[in-house]
C-alpha cells in the first residue's frame, strides 16, 4: 500500500463535499508529475491525507482512500471548463485522474503544526518551494499523521 497528500482547496472541492458525496473524481491535475503519481504509482486502497490548501489555515482536514485507476480526465477536452487543454486529443488524452472515497473528517492538522512536528519534517509539502497538489507520503509520515490527528 502507498499513502498520498492531495491537496484541493476547499471552495473547489473540500473534505466535508467529499464526506457528502462519499467519492470525488480528483480531476484539474495539470501538472506532470503529480500525473505520474497518479497514472503510474497509486493503486486501490492506498491512502489520502486529504489537505485544505489556499484557504486562511491550510491543512490536513481528513483521510480518504484511492479507489479507482486512473482515466483520462474530462475536464481536459471541456472548452468551458477552467481545466480545458487545447492540446489533449481524445484518441492521445493528456492528462488522467483518479477517484477518492471518504474515509474520515478530522480535525485540522495545520501546516504550522505539521512544521511544528519533528516526526514530519521530511514530508514533501513542508519542502520549501513544494506546490505539487499530489506528493507521496512515507508510511513512517502517515502513522505520525495518524497518531496526531487522533490524539485525545
Same mark, same amino acid.
Not at 30 to 37: D, E, H, I, S
Not at 69 to 74: E, H, I, L, N, S
Not at 82 to 110: C, M, N, Q
Given at each position: &500500500?502507498?499513502y498520498?497528500?492531495m491537496? #484541493?482547496e476547499?471552495?473547489?472541492?473540500?473534505?466535508?463535499?467529499?464526506?457528502r #458525496? @462519499?467519492?470525488?473524481?480528483?480531476t484539474g491535475v495539470r501538472?506532470y508529475q503529480?500525473r505520474?503519481?497518479?497514472?503510474?504509482? &497509486?493503486r486501490? @486502497?492506498?491512502g489520502?491525507?486529504?489537505?485544505?490548501?489556499s484557504c486562511?489555515?491550510? @491543512?490536513?482536514?481528513?483521510?480518504?482512500?484511492?479507489? #479507482?485507476?486512473?482515466?483520462p480526465?474530462?475536464t481536459?477536452f471541456?472548452?468551458?471548463n477552467h481545466y480545458f487543454?487545447?492540446?489533449?486529443k481524445?484518441e492521445?488524452p493528456?492528462?488522467?485522474?483518479v477517484?477518492?472515497r471518504?474515509?474520515e473528517t478530522?480535525r485540522?492538522? #495545520?501546516?504550522?503544526e505539521?512544521r511544528?512536528?519533528?516526526?514530519l519534517a521530511s &514530508?514533501?509539502?513542508?519542502e520549501? @518551494?513544494?506546490?505539487?497538489?499530489i506528493?507521496?507520503?512515507t508510511?513512517a509520515?502517515w502513522?505520525?499523521?495518524?497518531?496526531?490527528?487522533?490524539?485525545?
Amino acid at each position: &500500500m502507498n499513502y498520498w497528500l492531495m491537496k #484541493s482547496e476547499p471552495d473547489e472541492a473540500s473534505i466535508l463535499d467529499l464526506q457528502r #458525496s @462519499g467519492t470525488l473524481p480528483w480531476t484539474g491535475v495539470r501538472n506532470y508529475q503529480a500525473r505520474n503519481f497518479m497514472r503510474d504509482d &497509486m493503486r486501490l @486502497g492506498d491512502g489520502v491525507l486529504f489537505y485544505h490548501s489556499s484557504c486562511p489555515e491550510p @491543512g490536513i482536514a481528513g483521510l480518504a482512500e484511492v479507489c #479507482s485507476a486512473a482515466y483520462p480526465d474530462a475536464t481536459q477536452f471541456d472548452p468551458a471548463n477552467h481545466y480545458f487543454d487545447p492540446k489533449s486529443k481524445r484518441e492521445a488524452p493528456r492528462w488522467v485522474h483518479v477517484d477518492v472515497r471518504w474515509r474520515e473528517t478530522t480535525r485540522l492538522l #495545520s501546516l504550522k503544526e505539521m512544521r511544528e512536528a519533528p516526526e514530519l519534517a521530511s &514530508m514533501r509539502v513542508l519542502e520549501k @518551494g513544494s506546490r505539487l497538489s499530489i506528493t507521496p507520503v512515507t508510511p513512517a509520515e502517515w502513522q505520525a499523521v495518524l497518531k496526531r490527528l487522533h490524539a485525545a
